[in-house]
């Protein structure tokens, strides 16, 4: 599986924006996408998932700013994150991650974009 995301940039505090990470290769054993970010001198956060049939999950960090989406079932879908009131806590490289129903399969990651919030 391969993973390439886009959307990132630099915003001011407030605003929005919007990622986006589109799967091809073996799609059809993609189980969850997600999204992680990683700020300097930090470690890889988990933001959000998405299941093979939409189930959602976030980390409190984000609950009710940032929403994950993807047009389910259709394996081709690109999964997204929407990004609201924006602060510079958010600024990080954010990766898009894709898991297998095949247990013995790896993680599978973008090669991240950069957010920059900033006034």
């Known amino acids: 599986v391969h993973l390439v995301e886009s959307g990132g940039g630099l915003v001011q505090p407030g605003d929005s924006l919007r990622l986006s990470c589109t799967p091809s290769?073996?799609?059809?054993?993609?189980?969850?996408m997600g999204w992680y970010r990683q700020a300097p001198g930090k470690e890889r956060e988990l933001l959000a998932t998405?299941?093979?049939?939409?189930?959602?999950?976030?980390a409190d960090s984000v609950m009710g700013r940032f929403t994950i989406s993807r047009d389910n079932p259709n394996p081709k879908a690109p999964a997204y994150l929407e990004m609201n009131s924006l602060q510079p806590d958010d600024t990080a490289v954010y990766y898009c991650?894709?898991?297998?129903?095949?247990?013995?399969?790896?993680?599978?990651w973008g090669q991240g974009t950069q957010v920059t919030v900033s006034s």
């Open positions: 991650n894709a898991r297998s129903i095949w247990p013995d399969d790896p993680d599978y």
């Open positions: 290769g073996n799609i059809f054993s993609i189980k969850t």
């Open positions: 998405i299941s093979r049939d939409g189930n959602t999950d976030y």
